[in-house]
């Protein structure tokens, strides 16, 4: 098993900034992507960025390209998403998941097997 656990969310004016923390405890050598996913109310779970953490490859969402970066800390097995001139449409909970299979669609909600509680993120105009 692969337990999450995330951080960083909170509440910004549009502009701001935050970063979000994604810490893997437990068999974290399956993990092969790790993602972000937001979902505001009545909405889809939309992917926003992964990385292919045997790599570093990261993929973004068109809606966040330039403004969100994702890195990671292999030591600490824990991945990053440091947010930028944030939008109140990037107001959601964001989870971080986790997928050990060797390809993915990353911005699918099914390739990942392991997920976080989630953290909030509020921006406002």
């Known amino acids: 098993q692969v337990q999450l656990v995330e951080s960083g969310g909170g509440s910004v004016q549009a502009g701001g900034s935050l970063r979000l923390s994604c810490a893997a405890s437990g068999y974290t050598d399956r993990i092969r992507y790790m993602g972000w996913f937001r979902q505001a109310p009545g909405k889809e779970r939309e992917g926003v960025a992964a990385?292919?953490?045997?790599?570093?490859?990261?993929y973004y969402a068109d809606s966040v390209k330039g403004r969100f970066t994702l890195s990671q800390d292999n030591a600490k097995n824990t991945v990053y998403l440091q947010m930028n001139s944030l939008k109140p449409e990037d107001t959601a909970m964001y989870y971080c998941a986790a997928a050990p299979r060797p390809w993915i669609a990353w911005s699918r909600v099914n390739y990942y097997d392991y997920w976080g509680q989630g953290t909030q993120v509020t921006v406002s105009s």
């Open positions: 990385i292919y953490t045997r790599g570093s490859t990261t």
